[in-house]
């Protein structure tokens, strides 16, 4: 995928935009690369702070390939691991604050998940496996590809949670009164975390079997 | 000591960290194929989780939190530091992880190759992170509680990596649809642990 040669490559060009749309589906980073699962599951509760975080993430993937890759010829290869995480958790705490800022009450929800975005094995994942070997631009594309693909998997898992669990989306009530009256619940278990992991399972199932040369062949 | 036990039993099962708050989960589904391994993850983590959750406790409460640096001086009575905790505590685990892997290696080399890559990988960990944000979160109010803390999680984390291993040993013999196998079923076997694991979830101790 390096592209150090070809200097004069256009910005936008079909390489680069494959490097941002990959991750959505064949290459996407929870169901297929296996990354960032951790938060992924916790925060999916509501649509809103999915979105939140699904955003955080995407910020904090696609600046620290960029600030990576810009330092990577003079990072010593002994303690990249280090200079890593100090890069990463800068942005985090950035991000922290704005949130705090900005939506206090997404934050709160969010809880400790914010700060755990400096472990989320999406942002590391991608930093030593293009980040480091790869010119700014195309990692900060790579970074904001993989963030979506993150973001996409957690935008199916809460609107299903969300409106199965809790009768509405993005906090308006969309199931209407009527349905209660007749007799029709929401459904408790689906707010419960055990089914965050039971759902995207089955995103995992419909989207091997839509693509089958990702079945694991053991 | 009674409260020790109780923040140790309930860390263990009923804030278990995999099944309540999915930390961890990479490595919980990358090297849980067979037993053996994850139960070298599964000390190590406990080990790191054990010197971590103290160290970082002892940071927070005198260097971090609101008023907690009086101790130098009496003009530091209103300084908040809480920002910097994030990069105070992965720098914390960072060093940590590599000393304790230095210490292994000197002193029980047999453990050292039993646990060999496993040990670096610790400290991008979201359990060990995770560990010492919720005991800041919670307020802990010990050394003590602390360690209590890190060792009941460390153990909740063991105990499910174990778990899923063993069962996914014996998956292997079973007919499971072809989309569905390694990565799909394994997510679907850990909600079922995971309700499994909610029948702790009313008792209060």
Not at chain 1, 60 to 79: D, K, Y
Request: charged letters at 15%.
């Amino acid at each position: 995928m390096s592209n150090e040669n070809t200097n004069k490559e256009h910005a936008f060009s079909a390489k680069n935009m494959r490097l941002l749309t990959a991750p959505l589906s064949k290459d996407n980073p929870i169901t297929v690369q296996v990354l960032g699962i951790c938060s992924a599951l916790a925060v999916t509760v509501k649509l809103k702070p999915a979105i939140v975080m699904a955003l955080a993430v995407t910020i904090v993937v696609a600046f620290s390939n960029l600030i990576t890759s810009m330092l990577r010829n003079t990072i010593p290869p002994r303690i990249r691991i280090i200079v890593q995480l100090v890069i990463v958790s800068l942005l985090v705490i950035l991000v922290d604050q704005v949130l705090k800022a900005f939506v206090y009450d997404v934050s709160k929800q969010l809880s400790v998940f914010v700060g755990l975005i400096i472990t989320n094995c999406i942002v590391m994942g991608r930093l030593e496996a293009f980040a480091m070997a790869n010119r700014p631009w195309q990692s900060f594309i790579d970074g904001i590809g993989n963030g979506l693909g993150y973001g996409i998997i957690l935008v199916i898992v809460s609107f299903f949670r969300e409106l199965l669990g809790s009768g509405t989306l993005y906090g308006y009530q969309v199931i209407p009164e009527g349905f209660y009256n007749f007799g029709y619940e929401d459904n408790g278990l689906m707010i419960l975390p055990p089914m965050a992991l039971i759902l995207v399972g089955t995103i995992v199932w419909i989207h091997r079997s839509r693509n089958k040369d990702l079945i694991d062949k053991s | 000591m009674q409260d020790f036990i109780n923040l140790f039993v309930k860390s263990i099962f009923i804030d278990n960290m995999v099944f309540a708050y999915f930390l961890g989960m990479c490595s919980y589904l990358a090297v849980s194929k067979t037993v053996k391994t994850s139960m070298g993850l599964g000390i190590a983590v406990v080990f790191v989780l054990v010197i971590t959750v103290p160290i970082n406790f002892l940071i927070d409460s005198y260097f971090l939190r609101k008023g907690a640096m009086v101790w130098i001086s009496e003009s530091f009575a209103d300084l908040d530091l809480s920002f910097l905790s994030f990069i105070m505590f992965i720098a914390v685990i960072a060093a940590m992880t590599q000393l304790v892997e230095m210490i292994v290696e000197k002193f029980t080399p047999a453990l050292y190759n039993a646990l060999g890559i496993f040990l670096p990988l610790i400290a991008v960990n979201c359990a060990i992170l995770g560990a010492s944000l919720f005991m800041q979160e919670r307020e802990l109010e010990s050394v003590g509680e602390s360690v209590a803390f890190g060792l009941g999680s460390g153990i909740g984390w063991l105990l499910a990596i174990v778990a899923i291993a063993a069962i996914r040993e014996k998956l292997s013999y079973s007919n499971v649809p072809a989309p569905l196998r390694g990565l799909g079923i394994t997510f679907i076997i850990t909600g079922l642990m995971g309700i499994a694991f909610m029948s702790f979830f009313g008792i209060t101790i």
